[in-house]
């Protein structure tokens, strides 16, 4: 079974740049999540969705930082304008449902540079 | 947010070697996770904790549920070299599918 999917494994950007990433979950996990992950820390989340629907994007920064999930699959998450301080590891995540029981697979995840 | 604070936040220990590691919190949590990720990787969960009390194993790699709730702990017998990376722990506020809160790590070196 192929694990989850992101790209593009690494992005260096400008900052005032957009940039966008891409995640691929595992086929039938209806749950999927971004996390951020800044250098030294564990991961935050961003976003969860569960299907198509957004359920939980109290912490996405929403002046800057959008996100999608077309048809409940693949998501994109994007940044625009990106700023010094969005230099992380965006990872990408999913499972079946929301309990741990279905188990939480997490992407290699897109690591952004910002200049 | 929530805070959870791991210990240590490194270790350097020799082959063969037992490891302990903890995870705090202020809160009361549900269930309690165990991740490890390699340089480069995403997190890979090791250990899932469900119970207050619960003591789980998989493998060399034991992880106890607080009874407090509040606190949970790993340990790693007899360490092998791919053993080295982080490990975060990771707590959940119930089961209703709020979000996980990942703890800062304990970063591992294996010394051959």
């Known amino acids: 079974e192929a694990g989850v999917v992101q790209s593009p494994r690494y992005k260096i950007i400008e900052k005032k740049q957009p940039v966008a990433f891409w995640c691929n979950p595992i086929?039938?996990?209806?749950?999927l999540y971004w996390y951020r992950q800044n250098l030294g820390q564990g991961p935050e989340l961003l976003i969860r969705y569960e299907n198509e629907e957004a359920v939980d994007d109290s912490q996405l920064p929403k002046d800057r930082f959008s996100a999608e999930r077309l048809k409940g699959v693949d998501s994109t998450l994007k940044i625009q304008p990106a700023e010094l301080g969005d230099s992380a590891v965006y990872l990408c995540a999913s499972s079946m449902g929301v309990s741990l029981s279905y188990g939480y697979t997490f992407g290699s995840g897109t690591r952004l540079t910002v200049v | 947010g929530q805070q959870l604070n791991q210990s240590p936040q490194s270790m350097f220990i020799q082959e063969g070697e037992d490891v302990s590691m903890n995870c705090t919190s202020s809160?009361?949590?549900?269930?309690w996770l165990w991740y490890k990720q390699d340089p480069g990787e995403g997190p890979v969960l090791l250990i899932a904790?469900?119970?207050?009390?619960e003591l789980t194993s998989n493998g060399r790699l034991t992880a106890q549920f607080g009874t407090t709730r509040k606190d949970s702990f790993l340990n790693i017998s007899a360490s092998i070299p791919s053993d080295v990376g982080i490990y975060f722990c990771a707590g959940q506020l119930s089961n209703t599918g709020n979000q996980f809160y990942f703890g800062t790590g304990t970063s591992l070196t294996v010394i051959p």
């Open positions: 904790l469900y119970k207050a009390g």
């Open positions: 809160s009361i949590f549900n269930t």
């Open positions: 086929s039938g996990h209806n749950t």
